[in-house]
């Protein structure tokens, strides 16, 4: 009898017993090769001893105080380092414990940021219709991912939303370069509709996740956002859960583009699984009006900046560095993105290989570049099959969010050239069983 409520109640899960770098182990001594760091979370891989060695020493000298009682000099060490790794401007970190409290918190900070300044009607935050910003209520309101939402929709708020920079599935059937990005532009159309007085920011992944599995904008397309937020005295949110502290190739998702945010996210990577732990960065130019006005920033939460996952998180941006790890997530990610394209060679019904970095996606098709219909629960089939062959991939949304198939993958930042290539054999044996148990799939 078990009374842990996992994530599905009717499925049995296997009982982790250990891990190390990229490699899980259950308690039937089967191995995992983490092909998606979890949750795209465990960046450095599992069992690195400068963290564990740190997280025992913070533990030993004081592991929790109270945000409104102390203040600590690791967590101080923490902010001081964010900014030393984006290394451009001057951003202030408010502390918390998962993604969906750092975009809830980036929302509140957006809204006060205009509130502190006499304009209490910008309280809209705006996002695109495929997107995951978290679970909680208010993240959950900025969210287009419809399998997410479906229950809770009368608690969530009607925020508008912009189609996503989608090019494999381009919402006006055009190509880039000739459509000038008009997706970019559909966000002018929908703060005119709404009045930039009513709107306080717009949210987006540099690189769209869970939702959309890797999609990639083309060049240019921040450039115009950003310009278009700027017109409209709107801030701009880089949700960098997934994305940030070298996970693409870049310390931040958006450093692929010529843009800075005014309020960044970042959790998963931040403590890399060690412990939880997210991060609201505000840059200067929001911070001030708050500054000079109510001085504080309404929202918290009990284990907000406690010492132990703020240790943690200083070891992993220190591990970042001394490894080299942005550069490496480039140079693997390149082989690795080049491998997934010559097995999309092997599989008509791979449509679309995408992403940068060790942030890649597969989006899956029938009959040439249709979308995989939901009740063929293809995506879960996928996952399935991967994880008995050994091999962990994430699932993630695609297509209109309800029809479409598609998954993640994202090993350790830390993965071999030799290991990947153990990778790629695994997830051929894995697409070729895929095809035997869903012969539909072929139909083209
Ligand atoms: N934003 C993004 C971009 C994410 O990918 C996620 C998690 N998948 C979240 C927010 C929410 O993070 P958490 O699950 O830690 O609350």
């Known amino acids: 009898m078990t009374y842990l409520i996992k994530p599905h109640l009717h499925r049995t899960y296997p009982t982790v017993r250990s891990a190390k770098g990229i490699y899980v182990y259950d308690t039937d001594g089967k191995k995992y090769l ?6 795209v979370t465990a960046n450095l891989g599992h069992g690195v001893q400068e963290i564990i060695m740190a ?6 000298q004081v592991a929790f105080v109270y945000r409104s009682q102390f203040t600590s000099e690791v967590a101080e060490k923490l902010a001081e380092a964010l900014n030393k790794q984006i290394g451009y401007s001057t951003y202030w970190t408010f502390l918390v414990n998962s993604g969906s409290e750092a975009t809830e918190t980036a929302m509140k900070i957006a809204i006060q940021y205009w509130q502190e ?7 809209k935050i705006l996002s695109r219709w495929l997107s995951y910003h978290g679970i909680t209520i208010g993240a959950l309101s ?3 991912h419809p399998m997410r939402r479906a229950r809770f929709v009368p608690l969530l708020e009607d925020f508008p939303t912009v189609s996503p920079p989608y090019c494999f599935r381009c919402p006006y059937g055009l190509t880039y370069p000739s459509c000038q990005w008009r997706c970019a532009d559909e966000l002018e159309t929908a703060i005119i509709r709404t009045g930039a007085e009513h709107i306080a920011a717009f949210i987006a992944e540099p690189i769209i996740g869970a939702a959309g599995a890797a999609i990639t904008p083309p060049d240019g397309y921040y450039e115009r ?3 278009i937020c700027r017109r409209y005295d709107i801030l701009f949110i880089a949700d960098e859960v997934m994305t940030g502290l070298g996970r693409t190739g870049k310390i931040m998702g958006l450093d692929h583009w010529n843009v800075q945010a005014d309020i960044i996210a970042l959790g998963k990577g931040l403590g890399a699984g060690y412990t939880p732990i997210a991060a609201t960065l505000a840059s200067q130019r929001v911070m001030e009006p708050i500054i000079n006005g109510s001085g504080v920033i309404m929202s918290g939460h009990t284990l907000s900046a406690n010492p132990l996952s703020a240790s943690v998180a200083l070891a992993v941006l220190k591990y970042i560095e001394q490894h080299h790890l942005v550069q490496r997530a480039h140079e693997i990610g390149t082989y690795l993105f080049m491998k997934l394209r ?3 060679k092997q599989f008509a019904w791979i449509g679309d290989v ?5 942030l890649l996606g597969i989006e899956f098709v029938v009959a040439g570049k249709e979308m995989v219909p939901s009740d063929l629960a ?3 089939l996928v996952v399935t099959v991967a994880q008995q062959n050994g091999l962990l991939v994430y699932p993630a949304a695609a297509g209109n969010g309800k029809d479409g198939a598609a998954i993640i993958i994202a090993p350790p930042l830390t993965i071999e050239r030799s290991q990947v290539d153990e990778l790629i054999d695994l997830l051929e044996q894995t697409f070729r069983e895929v095809q035997r148990r869903c012969p539909v799939i072929l139909k083209r």
């Open 342 to 344: 010559n097995l999309q």
């Open 34 to 39: 983490d092909g998606c760091s979890g949750a």
């Open 378 to 380: 293809f995506t879960d």
């Open 55 to 60: 997280m025992n020493k913070q533990a030993e």
């Open 117 to 123: 300044q006499g304009r209490k009607g910008k309280n």
């Open 225 to 227: 956002i950003y310009d």
């Open 354 to 358: 995408r992403g940068k970095g060790l």
């Open 142 to 144: 900025l969210s287009g």
